[in-house]
């Protein structure tokens, strides 16, 4: 485990205690690079990320514990959920759509680069930082135990390589080409 665990508190807007969990410095640096909060399972000791997805103004370490500071409420891009009844099929051209849509939207903040924004960080630190991130995603996906861990861990592993699409200056419909090459 990478150093002292600390309480790291996350707080609204409005000075609420929206929740506290446990962390280390590894932790809470994961937190500010992902814009989200990572916290050590207390029964596994694993460094994982939250289900729950906040709105996050920014973060702070204090002497003793950590701090995230959110809004107060849940960011609906991240918590947008579709129920999906057992045995129902989803078309292809949904999950492309989604997928072009978010892309859209990379390609807005590579060009924008606006301030505070996670996904400028990436692009400001070049596209070797950009390959080593969605590496660890990729690695950090291998290492899921449960179906949770490994829905949130595929979806940063398709997000990290959608940024590196667009550093690279490959559009996704060139991967669908080449995937239905693939048939």
Known sequence: MDGKIKPFIIITEGGRIAETVQTNPKGYR???ENNSIWAVNPETGRLLPLSAHYNIIGFSEKEGW???HI???VDSDKS???AVPDGRQIPAEAGSA???SLFRVIEKRRKELPEGSYTTHLFNSGLSKIKKKTG???IEL???ETREETIYEATDLIYHLLVLLSASGI???EIFEELRNRE
């Open 30 to 32: 994961k937190s500010i």
């Open 66 to 68: 950590y701090e995230a």
């Open 71 to 73: 809004t107060d409420t």
């Open 80 to 82: 947008r959920t579709e």
């Open 98 to 100: 989604v997928i072009e």
């Open 136 to 138: 660890e995603e990729a």
């Open 142 to 144: 291998l290492l899921a």
């Open 171 to 173: 559009e996704p419909r």
